[in-house]
T-cell receptor
Framework: NAGVTQTPKFQVLKTGQSMTLQCAQD?????MYWYRQDPGMGLRLIYYSASEGTTDKGEVPNGYNVSRLNKREFSLRLESAAPSQTSVYFC??????????????FGQGTRLTVV | AQSVSQHNHHVILSEAASLELGCNYSYGGTVNLFWYVQYPGQHLQLLLKYFSGDPLVKGIKGFEAEFIKSKFSFNLRKPSVQWSDTAEYFC???????????FGAGTRLTVKP
């Protein structure tokens, strides 16, 4: 049981390049999330998806797009990377409303550097 | 706007000292509350959670937290910390049945041996 799997683990981009971060969960959770973690700012929600086919903006959506490809997969795309997007990105999943699974389970993170 | 506040940015303790980390939130209504821990170089792991019932919640590794509804607080405590508790601790809140889970800025705990 892998839980939440993110790829890649590390990435260096040049300003203006694009890339997609992949995330998959095998816990049959309804909801999936993308957060970024920056020193002193905790985790900030970029986008979330309450269920397959729906996505919503979080606190810091600008510069990102997401796709909920199916129930398992939720990808995050940077169309034109900027140095301000240098961060550690975490994907998470949960099933809000169900007591057992309502907490978020996190992937291992992607450390992205934009130069 | 909904928010989560953690009062301490960096706490330094000696082993066997007692720990209390503060967390306040600004949501109304029914909330779910969580404390997560992030050990150096690792992803976030759940320490404990509160949904309903007894406001004193016990988690893993001897941690506990108390939900005080009137104060919108969910403080984390541990009677005697160990060097292995050195990590970053995050408080998180979501409204019941709501997918928008928000985190505090985190508190870095350093335990000196």
């Amino acid at each position: 049981n892998a839980g939440v799997t993110q790829t890649p683990k590390f990435q260096v981009l040049k300003t203006g390049q694009s890339m997609t971060l992949q995330c998959a969960q095998d816990m049959n959770h309804n909801s999936m999330y993308w957060y970024r973690q920056d020193p002193g700012m905790g985790l900030r929600l970029i986008y979330y998806s309450a269920s397959e086919g729906t996505t919503d903006k979080g606190e810091v959506p600008n510069g990102y797009n997401v796709s909920r490809l199916n129930k398992r997969e939720f990808s995050l795309r940077l169309e034109s990377a900027a140095p301000s997007q240098t961060s550690v990105y975490f994907c998470a999943s949960s099933s809000p409303g169900q007591a057992i699974d309502t907490e978020a389970f996190f992937g291992q993170g992607t450390r992205l550097t934009v130069v | 706007a909904q928010s989560v506040s953690q009062h301490n940015h960096h706490v330094i303790l000696s082993e066997a000292a007692s720990l209390e980390l503060g967390c306040n939130y600004s949501y109304g209504g029914t909330v779910n509350l969580f404390w997560y821990v992030q050990y150096p170089g690792q992803h976030l792991q759940l320490l404990l959670k509160y949904f309903s019932g007894d406001p004193l919640v016990k988690g893993i590794k001897g941690f506990e937290a108390e939900f005080i509804k009137s104060k919108f607080s969910f403080n984390l405590r541990k009677p005697s910390v160990q060097w292995s508790d050195t990590a970053e601790y995050f408080c998180a809140v979501n409204q019941y049945n709501n997918n928008d889970m928000r985190f505090g800025a985190g508190t870095r705990l350093t335990v000196k041996p």
